[in-house]
């Protein structure tokens, strides 16, 4: 997600970390191991002059499947979930108000949206340095 939020005009920045657990500074491999509580997630800083927060939401929205928890793809694991850190109530509210629309116009199948919305966002731990713009340096290259 990182990557296209990245590439979104109005965004200043996109970075890699984990939220929501109970370990200060949590490692990657801490995060995988599931035993932190921490998610998988990513802190978008914008101008709200320039991208609209609902934007962004929507975008959260088509990027990953918020209709399985505890897993994206074929990643399995609550650090996996699908869940939005609100710093206002307004973001909470916006949040909610895009996952009505997204159930009543039964967007994904009719399935369920399983996406937390958490009201007060605990501190973001910045990922690794090697978690940082990992679409661009791990993506493959060929030739047709």
Request: net charge negative.
């Given at each position: 997600?990182?990557?296209?939020?990245?590439?979104?005009?109005?965004?200043?920045?996109?970075v890699s970390?984990?939220?929501?657990g109970h370990?200060?500074n949590?490692?990657y491999?801490?995060?995988?191991?599931?035993?932190?509580?921490?998610?998988?997630t990513?802190?978008?800083?914008?101008?709200?002059?320039?991208?609209?927060y609902?934007?962004?939401?929507a975008?959260?929205f088509?990027?990953?499947?918020?209709t399985?928890?505890n897993q994206?793809?074929?990643n399995?694991g609550?650090?996996?979930?699908?869940?939005?850190?609100?710093?206002?109530?307004?973001e909470s509210?916006?949040?909610r108000a895009?996952?009505?629309?997204?159930?009543e116009k039964?967007a994904?199948?009719g399935?369920?949206?399983v996406?937390?919305?958490?009201d007060?966002a605990?501190?973001?731990w910045?990922a690794?340095d090697?978690?940082?713009d990992?679409?661009?340096?791990h993506?493959g290259?060929?030739?047709?």
């Amino acid at each position: 997600m990182e990557d296209r939020f990245a590439a979104l005009d109005g965004v200043v920045d996109a970075v890699s970390g984990y939220m929501g657990g109970h370990q200060d500074n949590p490692t990657y491999e801490q995060v995988c191991s599931g035993d932190t509580g921490h998610a998988e997630t990513v802190e978008v800083k914008y101008d709200p002059a320039e991208v609209s927060y609902a934007k962004l939401v929507a975008l959260f929205f088509a990027l990953h499947d918020p209709t399985t928890p505890n897993q994206q793809g074929p990643n399995r694991g609550t650090q996996y979930r699908s869940v939005v850190f609100s710093h206002s109530e307004s973001e909470s509210e916006e949040v909610r108000a895009q996952i009505r629309n997204l159930e009543e116009k039964k967007a994904y199948g009719g399935r369920p949206i399983v996406t937390q919305v958490i009201d007060t966002a605990p501190r973001f731990w910045i990922a690794e340095d090697y978690h940082q713009d990992y679409y661009k340096k791990h993506r493959g290259f060929c030739s047709f």
